[in-house]
């Protein structure tokens, strides 16, 4: 059996790694289709190096409102990017509790410098909301924002900012810079760093080993 990844694209590519709960905690060569043993289902094909199916029931959110919960959306959000060839990064925008955009990077796709999930996730949150001034929302992404994105977020004037890895070549949340929390601008960003890291980190780094492979 294939992967969903190829079963779409017409690719076959071994299996590299499972995902279960937890994390990433196996590596090596793996059948197809493979269910952990605690439950979870995740295949990561070598054509696309990205999990593209995580729960045995995907009408389950994987959400318990914490920090955590909603980067576990931003994930998913992160895995349907790699599926289609993209950067696996992923965006979720939070209000009240309740997710208010979604997004993930969609360059390629779209030919557009522009559509880094961040800013999708912006996009559609003021078009779900009352305006383009996200008072009170909490952006969740899996890799640190660059320079454009943190720009954005202070523009927005979203509240707080919630990512999992550094990005120590582009991000501009306390890698390269800090936008953010800039004191010279009008309005600053509660950031919050490290959340989910290891499996923000996992996802890029097994996506860009597989396009090394690639050649």
Sequence with gaps: MKCRYCAVTGRRGRVVAVAVAGGFARRGD??????????????VCAEAAV??????????????GSDAGFMRLALRE???????????????????????????????IDGDPLAHAEILALRQAAANTTGWRLVGCTLYVTLEPCAMCAGALVNARVERLVFGAYDPKGGFCGSLGDVVRDPRLNHRVEVVDRVLEAECSALLKSFFAALRRKG
């Design 30 to 43: 793996f059948p197809y289709h493979v269910r952990s043993p605690a439950g979870r289902r995740g295949y």
């Design 51 to 64: 999990v593209v199916e995580r729960t045995v029931n995907e009408q389950k959110p994987d959400r318990d």
């Design 78 to 108: 992160a895995e349907r990017a790699g599926a289609r060839g993209e950067v696996p990064v992923g965006a979720v925008v939070v209000r009240d509790g309740e997710v208010v955009g979604r997004g993930h990077n969609r360059r390629e």
